[in-house]
């Protein structure tokens, strides 16, 4: 198992930018895929970003396409979303998660077998 809390959610304009961050802990993290999700009131948990356990590979939602990159440092057993020119929209809870499996790249959420408790993400219009 593994334990995982995000920080750098907060308050931001529209067109401004935020950097999340994940720290891990409890299980190897860099054998493994993570990602990012996010989740808006009365909305579906969204598939935002994710990166392979080597970060030679990256994956995003049509969302946020073009404006978020994901990156990760295993020295420091740590992921990063950059996000870029926000949107009222982007507005929800954001939620790290790690893959369930060694070795594997794939971005379902059920592909994702521990979460973060989320961080607060709320752009101004």
């Known amino acids: 198992q593994v334990q995982l809390v995000e920080s750098g959610g907060g308050l931001v304009q529209a067109g401004g930018s935020l950097r999340l961050s994940c720290a891990a802990s409890?299980?190897?993290?860099?054998?493994?895929?993570m990602g990012w999700f996010r989740q808006a009131p009365g909305k579906e948990r969204e598939f935002v970003a994710s990166?392979?356990?080597?970060?030679?590979?990256?994956r995003y939602g049509d969302s946020v396409k073009g404006r978020f990159t994901i990156s990760r440092d295993n020295a420091k057993n740590s992921v990063y979303l950059q996000m870029n020119r926000l949107k009222p929209e982007d507005t929800a809870v954001y939620y790290c998660?790690?893959?369930?499996?060694?070795?594997?790249?794939?971005?379902?959420?059920?592909?994702?077998?521990?979460w973060g408790p989320g961080t607060q993400v709320t752009v101004s219009s």
């Open positions: 990166i392979d356990w080597s970060g030679g590979s990256t």
């Open positions: 409890g299980r190897t993290f860099n054998n493994y895929t």
């Open positions: 998660a790690q893959h369930s499996f060694q070795y594997r790249f794939r971005q379902n959420p059920f592909d994702f077998g521990s």
